[in-house]
């Protein structure tokens, strides 16, 4: 019996870390596209104090990234968050708002990995979502 358990139980063991590791990765994937969709949607919000369109776009955009960095927090702040603004690609008349995270799994990963044992892991992990404003509602 005790043969059985030392041939079985190391095949066991690297099926239950791989499902342990790739479930890690893929909450943080979820966690990071949730954290710029929600960013996104505070760039909507209107913002107090702005005096100008740009002055709007640029008080929006610091907005998005501070509630995008605080639904990140569990990451340890080491996912950044950049909220861009430009006018839009498909409608230049539209002004939009892109909110990007990076969390560098390389060299932050989630679950140590083990030597031997070379599992396929990505490099980074990146989220970005995007909002359309109209120019004649910025402030």
């Known amino acids: ?71 990140v927090n569990w990451l340890a702040g080491s996912a950044p968050c950049t909220a861009t603004y430009a006018a ?10 892109n909110v990007a995270l990076v969390y560098n799994y390389a060299s932050r990963p989630l679950v140590p990995s083990l030597p031997l044992i070379g599992l396929p892991l990505p490099a980074s992990l990146t989220a970005s979502a995007m909002v359309q404003l109209n120019p004649e509602n910025l402030f």
Request: net charge neutral.
């Open 88 to 97: 839009c690609s498909f409608d230049a008349t539209m002004q939009c708002v």
């Open 1 to 71: 019996m005790a043969v059985e358990f030392a041939i079985v139980f190391p095949l066991f063991f690297l099926v239950f870390y791989a499902i342990v590791t790739y479930s890690m990765i893929f909450v943080a994937q979820q966690s990071l596209t949730l954290a710029a969709s929600e960013g996104a949607r505070a760039a909507l919000r209107y913002q107090t104090g702005a005096t100008s369109a740009a002055s709007s776009l640029a008080l929006r955009a610091s907005a998005a990234c501070t509630t995008a960095t605080g639904l």
